[in-house]
């Protein structure tokens, strides 16, 4: 109770506090949100790929003086066509090629980092995020990710849903289904930028796939999966702000740890999926019928 | 060029992972036909119907659609996947996917949706799944999510319609209701293509038989079709005659 005035005191005195709590909300929403397509495609993987591979395309940015976004998307993108055109084109298998694609764009980031020696890039922000660094253009940018993702979100629904759900039946009645792998591609690499101060790159993919992992859990119907998992998104960055701030520990890890838990929870409880209440339902069940 | 013609496939050849899986493929069909296509497995029969949605790019060969290009006339056809193509734990329900046969209609401002609510109503009480409409598809049995898919295709209110083994491993209630279905819309004019393994039953349920090994071996009345040398070339070895003349005759594939 003590701490918990204590952060509502420091959410009025500081601004820093401010902007990272409202920046990892944002985030939140927009990854939960994007992530229910990533998981139900299948696509966990890549977007764990696309994540890291938007690296180099923030340090050329970053010493080239143009925005991150550009720089990520144009890296994001690159790189899934390049994933796309292996497993095309040769016998290499997609998980196999999404492996190739991505170290190597990784690798070509840090090697540029540490190319620049004590220019202002910092590699360990970049992985990890920083945010308490969090400034108020940093939170327009985040916003107007979050718009642009919505907006798409939006336009494209039966397109994404039909093709995520039913890619044969898209196909058949004419929706371009490649055009919308790579527009979510983009999405994707969007998103990773939103992401980069408040939980980093490495641990981005965390904020894609667990909220959609426990919305997924917890209801039969994709619109409420996507507003759940924007909730739990959502959630998991308060209350991941919170404790970093109590305990004085890494906001980007804490975060993920609370979206963690909460998927413990749901995992062994959620009402239809739940592997404690379906065990607890099989046995009570069988206690009722046989004594 | 035939004007009758629903279906008009002319010299299709198709590979699929570098496999010739039809070869020199031609056929016409009339309007208001059930057509079984039948043949061993990978016979190219999903094949067929993939190419005929133009989803296979073809080697050689032409596929026209009431005399134009299939990419002309995609929101006239309908097509039902197999029912293993189906992820079972997708957060839909029943209605949701009948649904999404309304979306070739529904453009982004048109004020369709009333319309569309009451065609997908419609159509799950024709195919008997109405009370199911708020169920999870994982939640239904084989037989009852292939009637969804059916009734998916019925909200599409296509000319032409692609089934892709819509009997396979399904109950006889639900295998009764999807024929009954079917022999509506050809009284309504409309044309079916559906793989079929069933022989005893093709002859009682389709108009005409496509028998289909790689190459169109007969097509026609079952009469035409079910003899046993057409067999014998489909099947191969697979196929034994009992009773020479009166053709009886057992598949084993």
Redo the contacts between chains.
Sequence with gaps: MENLTFFWESLFKYQYLQNALLAGMLVGIICGVVGCFVI?RGLALMGDAISHAVLPGVVVAYLVGFSFFIGAVIAGVLTALGIGYIAQNSRIKDDAAIGIMFTAAFALGIVMITLQHGTGVDLWHILFGNVLAVSRDDLWTTLGIGVIVLACIVTFY?HL??S???A??A????MPTKMIHYLLMLLLSLVTVSALKTVGIILVVAMLITPGAIA?LL????P??LWLSALFGMLSSIVGVYISYIYDVATGASIVLVASALFAIAFLLSPKQGVFVRWARAHVLHKVKYG | MNTEAVLEVRELSVSYHRERTLENVSFLVAPGQLVGIIGPNGAGKSTLL?AI???LPPNQGQVTVWQQPV?KM??R?A?V?QHN???T?????VW??VM?GR??H?GLFRRSRHKNHLKVAECLRQAGMYAWRNR?IGELSGGQRQRVFLARALA?EAGLLLLDEPFAGIDLNSERIIINILRGLKSQGKTALIVFHDLTKAQAYFDSLMLLNKKLVAFGSSTKVLTAQNLQAAYEGDVTVLSGTDELMVVTA
């Design positions: 139900l039966k849903l039909l995520t759900f039913d044969t039946m196909q058949a009645i004419g997924h209801t039969d119907r994709f409420a999966m | 993939k949605l133009g989803l990419a995609r929101k056809i097509y996947p193509d189906i992820d734990d997708f957060p839909v329900c949701d996917v999404m979306f070739p529904s999870q599409q």
